[in-house]
């Protein structure tokens, strides 16, 4: 009986694990915190500060293939809500990237234009492109939530 017991709570746990790892797994590619555009970039919520981090989605990195090339702006640097900011270039094409909201540049990641591959392997983590401090919160309410 307690056999039967404890492989009973085995497969619970076994279950339980399994449903924590493929949260963890979603949370990873769709945070709370975050607020998408239709062209696939993603933007943070602003900090204290109001600064935000940026880049592009794992979806807009597997649709881009290996990316090769990064262009980002030089940090001081500010841009109207949407304007072009910067370039991507992989394999299969070359793209703008745009920012999400206007802004101000308060730092670029530098690891993303000596390994730009690590936008692939990691786009919405360690694969960031921008930190921006915003220039009207409205403008990061409007973008789109996880649920839209």
């Known amino acids: ?3 039967k017991a404890l492989q009973n709570l085995t497969t619970l746990g076994q279950r339980s694990n399994a449903h924590c790892r493929s949260w963890l797994s979603f949370s ?11 062209d696939h970039e993603w933007i943070t919520m602003p900090n204290k500060d109001g ?32 304007e072009k900011f910067g370039d991507i270039e992989s394999v299969k094409a070359a793209s703008e990237l745009y920012i999400p909201v206007s802004g ?17 392997s990691s786009a919405e983590e360690d694969g960031w492109l921008i930190k ?6 409205s403008e990061f309410d409007n973008l789109l939530g996880l649920d839209q």
Do not use: C, W
Not at 104 to 120: C, D, G, K, M, S
């Open 51 to 82: 600064i935000s981090t940026s880049g592009i989605t794992n979806h807009a990195q597997q649709q881009l293939g290996d990316v090769v090339y990064v262009e980002l702006p030089a940090i001081g640097s500010k841009f109207s809500n949407h």
């Open 104 to 120: 101000e540049i308060v730092e670029t990641n530098a690891r993303v234009i000596e390994e730009p591959e690590l936008i692939n």
């Open 28 to 38: 990873r590619h769709f945070s709370l915190d975050r607020k998408y555009t239709k």
């Open 132 to 137: 921006i401090r915003i220039q009207d919160k």
């Open 1 to 3: 009986m307690l056999t």
